[in-house]
């Protein structure tokens, strides 16, 4: 098992940045793929990033591709997300997941974090 913990959410204005963090616990950290996935009110959740075991490997949802950044610390048991050029759509409940097989599927992600709230203004 593995439990997860963001932060680093806030509000920020149009065009600025933010770098969301996820804490893991337990010893298996470096088994599991990492996701990023948001919620905006009265939608879906989506998929927003994963990440490979080792971090070599990298795959973004087509809205945030060239702005985002997934990146992985084994050592650490985190994974981050960078985000830059922020856009008013990109507020959202942020959540981090986890999987023991690459997906951009929601429901094939068993661990979630409580999520953090990211809020861009104009």
């Known amino acids: 098992q593995v439990q997860l913990v963001e932060s680093g959410g806030g509000l920020v204005q149009a065009g600025g940045s933010l770098r969301l963090s996820c804490a893991a616990s337990g010893r298996t950290f470096s088994r599991y793929i990492m996701g990023w996935f948001r919620q905006a009110p009265g939608k879906e959740r989506e998929f927003v990033a994963a990440i490979s075991l080792s971090g070599g490997s990298t795959y973004y949802g087509d809205s945030v591709k060239g702005r985002f950044t997934i990146s992985r610390d084994n050592a650490k048991n985190m994974v981050y997300l960078q985000m830059n050029s922020l856009k008013l759509e990109d507020t959202a409940v942020y959540y981090c997941?986890?999987?023991?097989?690459?997906?951009?599927?929601?429901?094939?992600?068993?661990?979630w974090g409580q999520g953090t709230q990211v809020t861009v203004s104009s």
């Open positions: 997941a986890a999987n023991r097989a690459l997906s951009t599927e929601v429901a094939a992600y068993g661990y």
